[in-house]
């Protein structure tokens, strides 16, 4: 195949689904593969270009589906291989391709492989992290564990297994115990379970947490900082020394540059240097990755439900920074939401009834103007906010719950817990969509959602979504739109301006003689715009937003986007 001079993702857009919350079909509260098909048509009317749909495959569910126990099958909760055979053919007649989610930095314990692995004598034994308890100390006993390592869900990192009297390696929930990526028989058999869903008709994958595959050798006791979790663990089990090497043989082993396939990494403790080596063009790595930095800089301490104010100069500054780093070779990834990060309105904005809409609108028009692939989170179209949640008993996830009961349990103040949660739990992204506002459950499920609807639900659903003209569903239509009309929106050359202004955020995309301006007020207040320090308007073409009046005062959350042909 051709290699292209752009890739075809350079003017695509994502949008991911979280499938047990889009849409149910059976009426058993849970969302599935029949609900997802049953709304394709409203993708395709979106003017996406690909869909990332987050696990389906089947799962003890302890970690919504992160947790796979047979990476061939589909989860009953969800449906069947034949659902899934025609969801990838209904995508495919609609002009849009699939990527499925990639878990394989560990599997469920209740894997075949994990299951076989238990067994010392077993061949499978070195396909996990197995090792005795540390040395003068009795295996089970408090401070046995091989390293002091931690798991980012809490609590150590290691599990004991009674019969065998050693200890697996589990970054995250114990169910989700680390594959040895070390071992070559590993990786060929997660080669070739990739080759086998590209043969079904994926088109690419989302490869959750895949900078973790490779850890430092040996597994060694990480330096304890006072009041950090993590100490220095997360240096030693992310990026490792064999990262480009693993990367390299499974693009390789599956074809994935010479099919053109679409791949993304989500990659924790990853800068602007490294993204570039794990995305640069001369090298089939990745297609782009998914970073952090910019979805840490509203917290305050050593978690993330530690809260402080956002600072938006530094915000821009960093995605600017992004920008500079892979503007001629690597790519980026850009986001606000998905299933692990909470609602923008609500996060960085302003979820209030009288700026939601304009809130929405602005987070949504700064992002898609900026280089690179934009994704949109289910819900995210219709500007769907945070959870609301005020009891713990409401929420599900496993990484909330774990941090409640063991930040209560060392006597934090549960109201102030609680708080940290409501803006910042995965749960506030996971709540399920609702269709319209006159049927039960909001046209969810027949059934009792698995997670409760946001309260506000009534009056944000993608019924009224749909009959608003300028609302943000519409606004979401005209942003995709205009990344495939303009090559400009598609590569041009990223400048910021008023770098250090706390309230606007003003920036130019330059390709040849043509020009965008983005011009956004992101605060509730009116503000002032220094029009002598913007590129003359002249002629120029208001493309998106505002009336096309004075320019010198923008109304609460209002963002313009002109087009200047120099």
């Not at 050693?166 to 070390?182: A, G, R, T």
């Not at 990480?222 to 390299?248: K, T």
């Amino acid at each position: 195949m051709e290699k292209l001079s752009h890739p075809w993702w350079s003017s695509a857009v994502v949008y991911q689904i979280y499938p047990r919350s889009f849409c149910d079909s059976d009426g058993d509260g849970i969302g599935d593969l029949r609900g997802i098909i049953g709304k394709l048509d409203y993708l395709a009317d979106l003017g996406i270009d690909v869909l990332w749909l987050s696990p389906v495959y089947a799962s003890p569910q302890d970690d919504n589906g992160y947790d796979i126990s047979d990476y061939d099958a589909i989860d009953p909760l969800f449906g069947t291989l034949a659902d899934f055979d025609e969801l990838a053919t209904g995508l495919h007649d609609r002009g849009i391709r699939l990527v499925m989610d990639l878990v394989v930095n560990h599997t469920s314990d209740e894997h075949a492989w994990f299951v076989e692995s238990r067994d010392p004598a077993s061949p499978k034994r070195d396909w996990y992290h197995w090792r005795p308890a540390r040395e003068g100390f009795e295996p089970g006993t408090p401070g046995a564990e091989p390293t002091n390592w931690a798991s980012f869900f809490g609590g150590s990192g290691w599990a004991y297994d009674e019969a065998s009297g050693e200890y697996y390696l589990h970054l995250f929930s114990p169910k989700q115990p680390d594959l040895n990526w070390e071992n070559p028989e590993v990786r060929e058999a997660v080669y070739a379970m990739m080759r086998r869903w590209v043969d079904r008709g994926v088109d690419g994958f989302r490869m959750d947490v895949i900078n973790l595959i490779s850890k430092t050798l040996p597994l060694a006791d990480g330096r304890q900082e006072q009041g950090a979790p993590y100490s220095d663990e997360v240096e030693r089990v992310a990026n490792g020394p064999r990262m480009i090497e693993f990367l390299e043989e499974m693009n390789a082993a599956v074809g994935i540059d010479e099919r053109q396939l679409f791949t993304v990494g989500e990659m924790v403790l990853c800068d602007a240097d490294r993204a570039r080596a794990y995305t640069s063009r001369e090298h089939p790595r990745l297609g782009m990755v998914f970073t952090f930095e910019h979805m840490s800089l509203d917290q305050g301490g050593f978690s993330k439900f530690d809260l402080r104010p956002l600072h938006l100069p530094e915000l821009k500054k960093n995605l600017a920074h992004w920008q500079t780093a892979l503007a001629d070779d690597g790519w980026n990834s850009l986001y606000w939401e998905n299933h692990d990060q909470p609602r923008v309105v609500s996060r960085f904005g302003d979820d209030s009834p009288g700026h939601r809409v304009a809130a929405a609108k602005a987070w949504a028009t700064v992002l898609h103007l900026h280089k690179g692939t934009p994704y949109v989170y289910q819900g995210e179209e219709i500007g769907m906010t945070n959870a609301g949640f005020t009891s713990i008993d409401d929420y599900r996830d496993i990484e909330s719950l774990n941090f409640y009961h063991e930040a209560v349990g060392a006597g934090a103040d549960p109201a102030a817990v609680l708080a940290g949660l409501g803006l910042k739990s995965r749960d506030n992204a996971r709540t399920p969509i609702p269709w319209g506002s006159d049927e039960p459950s909001y046209g969810f499920t027949r059934g009792t959602p698995w997670l409760p609807l946001n309260a506000n639900a009534d009056t944000i659903n993608v019924q009224a979504a749909l009959a608003a003209s300028d609302g943000v569903l519409e606004h979401y239509k005209r942003l995709i739109a205009l990344r495939h009309e303009l090559e400009v929106v598609q590569l041009g050359r990223f400048e910021l301006l008023l770098a250090d202004d706390p309230k606007l955020w003003v920036f130019t995309r330059t390709l040849s003689s043509e020009t965008v301006l983005v011009v956004a007020n992101m605060s509730s207040e009116a503000c002032g715009v220094p029009v002598d320090e913007l590129p003359r308007l002249g002629e120029a073409e208001l493309l998106l937003g505002g009336s096309g009046g004075d320019i010198q005062t923008l109304d609460p959350w209002e963002a313009r986007v002109y087009l200047i042909r120099n």
